[in-house]
Nanobody
Framework: QVQLVESGGGLVQAGGSLRLSCAASGRTDNYAMGWFRQAPGKEREFVAV????????YYADSVKGRFTISSDNAKNTVYLQMNSLKPEDTAVYYC????WGAGTRTRFAYDYWGQGTQVTVSS
């Protein structure tokens, strides 16, 4: 069993930065770790994914060049550095683990989810 706990959300002005953390407990070797977000009234959407080795990353077009996903295996933690934030980035951000390590953008491929952390970007 894997538990994921996100932190680092908050309120920030447009153009600002935040770093989200996702601490994983339990065995996560070879898992792919993803970040998703869900705005009010919208479906949960893919943001970024990283292989557990950190060798492969993939981003949604809407965040490419502004967000960076990274991992620290020693701490069993995945990060999402978010720069140049826009009001449309406002959402609850979720961390997720894909036990098969496929690293896809579809949320149905992920087996474990955190509780989410709110990110609000004011204009």
């Amino acid at each position: 069993q894997v538990q994921l706990v996100e932190s680092g959300g908050g309120l920030v002005q447009a153009g600002g930065s935040l770093r989200l953390s996702c601490a994983a407990s339990g065995r996560t070797d070879n898992y792919a770790m993803g970040w998703f977000r869900q705005a009010p009234g919208k479906e949960r959407e893919f943001v970024a994914v990283i292989s557990w080795s950190g060798g492969s990353t993939y981003y949604a077009d809407s965040v490419k060049g502004r967000f960076t996903i990274s991992s620290d295996n020693a701490k069993n933690t995945v990060y999402l550095q978010m720069n140049s934030l826009k009001p449309e980035d406002t959402a609850v951000y979720y961390c997720a683990a894909d036990v098969w390590g496929a690293g896809t953008r579809t949320r149905f491929a992920y087996d474990y989810w955190g509780q989410g952390t709110q990110v609000t970007v004011s204009s």
